[in-house]
């Protein structure tokens, strides 16, 4: 079993940033890709970026490059995401995501919202 808990969302204006931390304990992620994902009222959960944990190779979607950056501190098990440039439509709960064994572990979610 692993634990996620995401921390750092909050209320920011459009064009502020954020930087959003998911702590992994229970086992070691090291040797997992882990990910950022969100969800708007009324719309599906979305995939934002993801991190290979060992190499560092990164994908982002389309909607965020640019502006979000993934990274991650093996030695604290932690993952971050950066979010600058923020806009409206950033808002959303964003999500951390570990897949093990074809199991996908979920944090409970962090509230990031964008005033325009």
């Known amino acids: 079993q692993v634990q996620l808990v995401e921390s750092g969302g909050g209320l920011v204006q459009a064009g502020g940033s954020l930087r959003l931390s998911c702590a992994a304990s229970?086992?070691?992620?090291?040797?997992?890709?882990m990910g950022w994902f969100r969800q708007a009222p009324g719309k599906e959960r979305e995939f934002v970026a993801i991190?290979?944990?060992?190499?560092?190779?990164?994908n982002y979607a389309d909607s965020v490059k640019g502006r979000f950056t993934i990274s991650r501190d093996n030695a604290k098990n932690t993952v971050y995401l950066q979010m600058n440039s923020l806009k409206p439509e950033d808002t959303a709960v964003y999500y951390c995501?570990?897949?093990?064994?074809?199991?996908?572990?979920w944090g409970q979610g962090t509230q990031v919202t964008v005033s325009s």
């Open positions: 995501n570990v897949r093990i064994g074809g199991d996908d572990y």
């Open positions: 991190i290979s944990w060992r190499a560092g190779i990164t």
């Open positions: 229970g086992r070691t992620v090291s040797n997992y890709v």
